[in-house]
């Protein structure tokens, strides 16, 4: 690299290098392997059903693109039509459509938390949610994972030096790197007790919990103080994500939300796709039952195995704590043929570096069986 080159590039150069020193850089590998890695839970992202609705979209002239922003011509039937179904899908006054899970959540904390109000996130949700607090007008506080006490603390030292607006409670239904389910009945409560909102992402427990895979805030449908962020790129197969919301909220993120107003709308096709998704839900049960029982059966077969494994979800976090080794168990599993992913910081704590293991209905009980011996072989060896 020449002098002159390496003077504008050095700094980044520098930061690579130290990634490298750490175990931590990242590369992009194509897919290889049995799926233990992706968020395609239902196996919808090439099933026959959504690429018939989008050929016949086609068909019918939809367009590939939506030519602009929804506030100019950008807004088509197809994104109509999916949110007027989610909302009645979701049992949801309304719903907004977003390109991404990212963009939702940024575009919902950079837009509804006004000056002079509270943002409480637990400490694991996505690093979305983060940015947006971050990037938001509210004052913000990270409090410890899963601890309803640590919330009601945070609110009342905050009450107590003078903090006089709205409260908003951040968090996961089902956290993307634990496995683990927040306590929703307590946040609800709280959410009730201090007059605050409940803003849930449940990312990934959409499609896969609720009755008709609505999701683990289902059974709080209607509450005025309750926003939902359902992402469409995980269970749905698709991309997108859609916010529930009430009528009141969704008009104000219209108005005054920069990442819709600014962005060129989601492809119309990709609408078609997930409306299609959610009409699977509702007359194909039969995929969330399927995964359910896989996840049971991995669960048994993990135990019977002596793989500790803490989560009772389709995410199965195998801690292995330090970076180096997670990337050399990983590559293991991979030359072994499974398609394993190790995750390492930022992207959890420092010292829980782990594998990430995702169940999807691209496999069953038969590859599970081989993974989880695989994983017990390459564990036991390694301790030897």
């Known amino acids: 690299m020449s002098p002159t080159r390496m003077n504008k590039l050095g700094p980044y150069v520098k930061a690579l290098r130290t990634l490298k020193d750490d175990n931590r850089l990242r590369g992009l590998n194509s ?74 959540n940024f575009a919902v904390l950079t837009t509804l938390p006004q000056r002079g109000d509270l943002l409480v996130l637990d400490s694991l949700v996505h690093a979305s949610i983060h940015e947006g607090a971050r990037a938001g007008r509210a004052e913000f ?67 896969v919990y609720g009755a008709q895979g609505r999701g683990l805030t289902s059974r709080y449908d209607g509450r005025e103080n309750l926003l939902v962020v359902h992402t469409c790129g995980k269970a749905l197969g698709v991309a997108g994500a859609l916010v529930t919301a009430s009528g009141v909220l969704r008009d104000f993120m219209i108005n005054r939300c920069r990442p819709f107003i600014f962005a060129t709308a989601p492809s119309p096709l990709i609408a078609v796709a997930v409306r299609e998704a959610l009409f699977i839900l509702q007359q194909e049960p039969e995929h969330q039952r399927r995964l359910a029982r896989l996840v049971a059966f991995t669960h ?36 072994r043929g499974f398609d394993v992913r190790g995750i390492r910081p930022p992207t959890v704590p420092e010292g829980t570096a782990r594998l990430r293991i995702s169940l999807t209905l691209n496999v069953d009980e038969d590859d599970v069986a081989c993974m989880v011996d695989a994983l017990a072989e390459e564990t036991m060896e390694r301790a030897r």
Request: with cysteine; aromatic share 8%.
């Open 31 to 104: 897919r290889a392997g049995i799926d233990f890695s992706s968020n395609d839970y239902l196996a919808l992202a090439n099933a026959p059903r959504m690429k018939n609705a989008v050929l016949a979209a086609i068909e019918r002239g939809t367009p590939l693109g939506s030519g602009g922003s929804r506030l100019l011509r950008g807004n088509c039937e197809e994104h109509e039509c999916l949110e007027a179904e989610a909302a009645r899908f979701f049992s949801a006054e309304t719903a907004l459509f977003f390109a991404s899970g990212y963009v939702a």
């Open 300 to 335: 048994r077969k993990m135990e019977a195995r002596g793989v500790r494994c803490h989560s009772s979800s389709q995410i199965l976090p195998y801690i292995v704590g330090e970076n180096a080794p997670t990337i050399r168990l990983a590559s293991a599993m991979q030359d």
């Open 141 to 207: 506080r990270i409090v410890g994972h899963n601890d309803p006490g640590a919330i009601e603390s945070s609110i009342r030292d905050w009450r107590r030096h003078g903090g006089m607006g709205r409260i908003w409670i951040v968090a996961e239904s089902l956290y993307s790197m634990d496995g683990d389910f927040a306590p929703l009945h307590e946040l609800v409560v709280l959410a009730d007790r201090y007059d605050a909102f409940l803003v849930v992402d449940e990312a990934h427990a959409t499609g």
